[in-house]
């Protein structure tokens, strides 16, 4: 029986030690970025990502439950207010809302991103002149608040996200280079 209150307590100073390094140590705040060099100028590649009726023409999200996926499209056909929310039983897709926040017309736009439950984020596209062709940086930042657990996923953003900001900047480029011709 002495061994079994041992490993109760052993279970619940790892617990707790587990949640104030998550606490004292590990970030409050998570960003992740990817860029892209694209054959293609500016103007080409604005279209593509200043409007959110386009963003599954490249996402990576899009081919991860194309069929399952509902999208429902609200507010101005371009600009700020411009929202796009989807639903999907897919975990790697569920549901949320993005709206368009800010816009600095043919450079960048910022939207919101809600998760519901999951939390919220703000992501940044922009695009500037690089040689003949753009550069594309794709960011994305999010409060992880006070929750130790969702510190410690904190750690794996870069990957989760960065894989599919990766992916999603490779279908950019080669939709923007096959409407240049340089593709």
Not at 7 to 32: D, E, N, Q, S
């Amino acid at each position: 029986m002495r061994w079994l209150v041992r490993l109760v307590v052993a279970i619940v100073a790892l617990g707790a030690i587990l949640a104030l390094v998550g606490l004292v140590f590990l970030p409050r705040h998570v960003a992740v970025s990817r860029s892209i060099e694209i054959a293609a100028p500016p103007a080409v590649v604005w279209p593509f990502i200043s409007d959110l009726r386009r963003f599954n023409e490249w996402s990576a999200w899009a081919a991860i439950d194309p069929d399952g996926t509902a999208y429902m499209f609200e507010g101005p056909d371009t600009g700020v207010g411009q929202t796009m929310r989807w639903s999907s039983e897919h975990p790697n897709v569920g549901s949320g809302t993005q709206e368009v926040v800010a816009v600095d017309p043919g450079r960048s736009i910022d939207t919101r991103l809600d998760f519901g439950d999951m939390g919220t984020a703000e992501a940044t596209l922009t695009v500037v002149s690089a040689g003949t062709g753009s550069e594309v940086d794709w960011g994305f930042s999010t409060d992880l608040g006070m929750n130790p657990i969702t510190r410690w996923f904190g750690l794996m953003f870069d990957s989760w996200v960065g894989n599919d900001y990766e992916t999603g900047l490779e279908n950019l480029k080669a939709l923007a280079e096959q409407k240049a011709g340089t593709g």
